[in-house]
T-cell receptor, first 112, second 118 residues
Framework: QKEVEQDPGPLSVPEGAIVSLNCTYS??????FMWYRQYSRKGPELLMY????GNKEDGRFTAQVDKSSKYISLFIRDSQPSDSATYLCAMRNSGGYQKVTFGIGTKLQVIP | NAGVTQTPKFQVLKTGQSMTLQCAQD?????MSWYRQDPGMGLRLIHY???????DQGEVPNGYNVSRSTTEDFPLRLLSAAPSQTSVYFC?????????????????FGAGSRLTVL
């Protein structure tokens, strides 16, 4: 079993829909949780960053962490065609030398 | 501020050839790493470094060598390329600090190097 599980999709939604992307993990020591967005043939870029549990909102994007369930989510409101990309969850333990573990990525397509 | 710069962007090699993928960052990050990304496999860590002169293996280190002589540079060497090393390679770096502030400790990626081994 992988440390981080993520449905690869693809997920296809109409423009304006609310999108929910999720990851589960098995390592209870993970403290830092990140979402990266990767456009086709580009490098991943950081979208959201959360330390420990709770919610974080940035414009149309909301990240949630539920450590009791070992489950993290990214919500995209009013989705746009420009949101079409692969979304990777990532997480790591606390401590400066800890490696980052990535989910496989979910490919999202927002149809105009 | 260029961030993380990778060269070359594209490379085609024949089996058995050697080459070096270059990575440079100008953010004074202590931590640098190399990932490969393959369809259905996601990002897998090859090697990483926490400072000049310090390197360690990741999840898939076989067939790759690294060294870290300066804070800025972290080259990845393929000594004898194999078709199984056909992939997209990403270099990523981050600060090693104990802070929890936004943006702290998160990886910044380069644009990638697409390698084909025939």
């Amino acid at each position: 079993q992988k440390e981080v599980e993520q449905d690869p999709g693809p997920l296809s939604v109409p423009e304006g829909a609310i999108v929910s992307l999720n990851c589960t993990y098995s390592n209870s020591a993970f403290q830092y949780f990140m979402w990266y967005r990767q456009y086709s043939r580009k490098g991943p870029e950081l979208l959201m960053y959360t330390y420990s549990s709770g919610n974080k909102e940035d414009g149309r994007f909301t990240a949630q962490v539920d450590k009791s369930s070992k489950y993290i989510s990214l919500f995209i409101r009013d989705s746009q065609p420009s949101d079409s990309a692969t979304y990777l969850c990532a997480m790591r333990n606390s401590g400066g030398y800890q490696k980052v573990t990535f989910g496989i990525g979910t490919k999202l397509q927002v149809i105009p | 501020n260029a961030g993380v710069t990778q060269t070359p962007k594209f490379q085609v090699l024949k089996t058995g050839q050697s080459m070096t993928l270059q990575c440079a960052q100008d953010m004074n990050h202590e931590y640098m790493s190399w990932y490969r990304q393959d369809p259905g496999m996601g990002l897998r860590l090859i090697h990483y470094s926490v400072g000049a002169g310090i390197t360690d293996q990741g999840e898939v280190p076989n067939g790759y060598n690294v060294s870290r002589s300066t804070t800025e540079d972290f080259p990845l060497r393929l000594l004898s390329a194999a078709p199984s090393q056909t992939s997209v390679y990403f270099c990523a770096s981050r600060s090693i600090s104990q802070g929890q502030g936004d943006g702290a400790n998160v990886l910044t990626f380069g644009a990638g190097s697409r390698l084909t081994v025939l």
